[in-house]
């Protein structure tokens, strides 16, 4: 009974949205989704199989798309976009708390399945810009991603900006260790673990943990479990 009552008032929260929205919202709902909405601008959503809760989006911009697929979950997390044609590309992944931010046109956050995130920020800045996080990522409290500056560092000779946005792509399974935080142009590995409090700089080769900032290489040839295992004396 709860969850009938819950996609009614999902169902009833997206018709009010269509009716003020009009033509500048697209939305395809087969699972549940119950937020705030706000749009100066254009925006498709497309939700299968999964939920969205107590969440907000604010949107500024023409022609951008969420797609929320494959059982995704989404509670009490807010959305920033400000720009046009930007993609939030959501599959089977559980996201709460957490902050996400697209600051130029055509950014993209892709976020794949099994991967956890609970009171993360994410920035996505700089025209086309990207973020990919893989599958069966753990993100622990307070860690962070940044793709870029979000300001101009200039040459006082030329007067030209030193510090490009740069795209981030991490692998498969990276524990993010709390306050961590990981910066623009880094490519991550699979089965890699980044040390709480560390900030990552530079790529990290699969199946190592790095610590320190600049995070640097400590051990490698590791892997990581979910669970506590007893050690074997």
């Given at each position: 009974m709860k969850s009938l009552a819950m996609s009614l008032l999902g169902r009833f929260f997206v018709l009010c949205y269509k009716i003020r929205y009009g033509k500048n919202l697209s939305f395809v709902n087969h699972g549940i989704a119950i937020f705030h909405l706000y749009i100066n601008g254009s925006a498709l959503f497309y939700l299968k199989k999964g939920k969205i809760s107590?969440?907000?989006?604010?949107i500024i911009g023409k022609n951008n798309s969420f797609i929320f697929d494959d059982h995704v979950t989404v509670r009490n997390c807010r959305f920033i976009v400000k720009g046009d044609n930007c993609i939030v590309d959501l599959r089977g992944c559980s996201l709460f708390d957490s902050r996400f931010e697209?600051?130029?046109?055509e950014t993209r956050i892709e976020i794949n399945k099994d991967t956890i995130m609970t009171t993360n920020r994410i920035v996505v800045a700089g025209g086309k810009n990207q973020l990919h996080i893989?599958?069966?990522c753990l993100f622990a409290e307070n860690a962070e991603v940044w793709t870029s500056d979000t300001h101009s560092l200039l040459d006082m000779?030329?007067?030209k900006r030193i510090n490009p946005d740069k795209p981030v792509?991490?692998?498969?399974?990276?524990w993010?260790?709390?306050?961590?935080?990981?910066?623009?142009?880094?490519n991550i590995g699979?089965?890699?673990i980044v040390a709480a409090g560390s900030i990552v700089t530079k790529d990290i080769p699969n199946n190592t943990l790095v610590a320190g900032i600049p995070a640097v290489a400590i051990?490698?040839?590791v892997n990581w479990n979910e669970t506590r295992i007893e050690e074997i004396l």
């Open positions: 107590k969440s907000t989006f604010h697209l600051l130029d046109s893989g599958k069966g000779n030329t007067n792509y991490i692998g498969d399974r990276l993010l260790g709390n306050r961590a935080l990981i910066l623009k142009g880094v699979n089965d890699t051990k490698t040839c």
